[in-house]
Structure formats: structure tokens, C-alpha cells
């Protein structure tokens, strides 16, 4: 799956789609690492978003048989899992609770040159973590303009962000 994603562009999409729906995606443990692995090039690779959200569409019917050691005896569906792994992401606000210990370590810290490499390190994890915030965000709006993501869900997302 990692092999076909990094050839994924718009261009070589046809093909490679094809190549995904092929895999043996037999299982809800395979099905949630193909959903984790597209779920992080979408955020990583920006620029593709559109793309994997593309993919994320065709992929979107797919469903396989739950595990019932796991308790899951039913169904597991694609864009459901999908849809609440977006959604997961999104409420996770690691940012504000991230700034606020760094903030304090920082505050506490006396040493000049200690105190420099926290700081560097504050900035390097805060720019991290709102890339991938930006990231989650442009790949949901994707996902909704393909119909995979309801209005009701994307007017939550929405107030939360205002």
C-alpha cells in the first residue's frame, strides 16, 4: 500500500486505484492500517490531499466481515472508519495542551543556553503539530466535497474552528 501511495498523483491516479482495490484488504486489522496509512500521507503530503481523498472515495464502499475475537461480528465499513479517524484527529487538541507545558518548562528554566534549545524545540514541535492540524483539516474538507463526510459532521467542524 506505502508503494503505490508514493507514486499516487493525480496523473497515474486510474492505474494505481486499481492496483489498491486489488489488494487483499480481507480484514477490519488490514482495513484500519490502509485507512492510518492513507489518512497520513493525506496530512503529510498537502498538495495531494485532493488525491487521497479521490482514492478515499473509491475505497469508500469497501467493507469487510468484523473480527469477532475483538467483539466486532458485524460489518466494518471503509468511509466509517475513515470518517472517525478524521474525526478523532480533529478533536485531539495535543497543540494547546503541547504549548502550555512547553510554556512552563520554558518560564522555569534559568539556564541560557537550556532555555534556547527548549525554546527551539517548542518551535519546531508547535510548527509539527499545526501542519498536521492544517493537514486534517484540508483532507476533511476534500473528503466532504466527495460526499464521504456528511454536513451535519462538517457544520461541527466547522463551529469548532470559528
Known amino acids: 500500500m506505502k508503494a503505490i501511495l508514493n507514486k499516487l498523483t493525480p496523473e497515474k491516479f486510474?492505474?494505481?486505484?486499481?492496483?489498491?482495490?486489488?489488494?487483499?484488504?480481507?480484514?477490519?486489522?488490514?482495513l484500519t492500517a490502509v485507512i492510518d496509512i492513507i489518512f497520513e500521507k493525506a496530512i503529510d503530503?498537502?498538495?495531494?490531499?485532493?488525491?487521497?481523498?479521490?482514492?478515499?472515495?473509491?475505497?469508500?464502499?469497501?467493507?469487510?466481515?468484523?473480527?469477532?475475537?475483538?467483539?466486532?461480528?458485524?460489518?466494518?465499513?471503509?468511509?466509517?472508519?475513515?470518517?472517525?479517524?478524521?474525526?478523532?484527529?480533529?478533536?485531539?487538541n495535543n497543540l494547546e495542551e503541547f504549548l502550555a507545558k512547553k510554556e512552563s518548562e520554558l518560564s522555569e528554566c534559568t539556564d541560557p543556553e537550556q532555555k534556547q534549545n527548549l525554546k527551539m524545540e517548542l518551535d519546531f514541535k508547535e510548527n509539527k503539530l499545526r501542519k498536521r492540524s492544517v493537514g486534517n483539516i484540508k483532507f476533511i474538507g476534500e473528503l466532504y466535497k466527495l460526499?464521504?463526510?456528511?454536513?451535519?459532521?462538517?457544520?461541527?467542524?466547522?463551529?469548532t474552528l470559528l
Open 14 to 30: 486510474e492505474k494505481l486505484s486499481g492496483q489498491v482495490t486489488e489488494l487483499a484488504i480481507d480484514n477490519s486489522e488490514r
Open 45 to 92: 503530503e498537502q498538495t495531494y490531499s485532493s488525491t487521497y481523498a479521490q482514492l478515499c472515495s473509491v475505497l469508500s464502499q469497501m467493507s469487510v466481515q468484523g473480527d469477532a475475537s475483538n467483539g466486532e461480528d458485524s460489518e466494518v465499513v471503509f468511509s466509517k472508519l475513515l470518517v472517525k479517524k478524521c474525526r478523532t484527529e480533529f478533536q485531539k
Open 147 to 159: 460526499n464521504i463526510l456528511l454536513a451535519s459532521t462538517m457544520m461541527h467542524i466547522v463551529g
